[in-house]
């Protein structure tokens, strides 16, 4: 999987932006940085910690919230990273951490850009 390409489906934001004010858009894509980076460290710690089941847990809420502010990339590479993780291989899932580690890092510009853009 690529970093280049569609980093955000804006489809995804532009329904969203059909149900609340640009304003909680704004809030709601910023709770998800600030989540996503969270969930990250605490993907490497429970990796670091060799507990599987705390990893899937951490990559399926990142799935989760990516694919509901359209990080389908971010999306789909946790899917795949739940599936390992629940296999108990987590050394594959180690393998990826910085594919997902730098794809989040260009879907946070992508929001940031998105945000300035609606300033």
Known sequence: MSTEG?????????NLAMFISPDKLQTLLVCYIDD??????????ALQNDNAEEATRLVHSLKSTSANV???QISELARTLESLAREQKLDEVRQQTNQLSEL????????QQLNLMKG
């Open 6 to 14: 569609k980093t955000l489906e804006h489809t995804v934001l532009d």
């Open 70 to 72: 359209g990080a389908i």
């Open 36 to 45: 996503s980076e969270k969930l990250l460290h605490q993907l490497d710690d």
């Open 104 to 111: 989040f890092d260009v879907t946070r510009v992508a929001i």
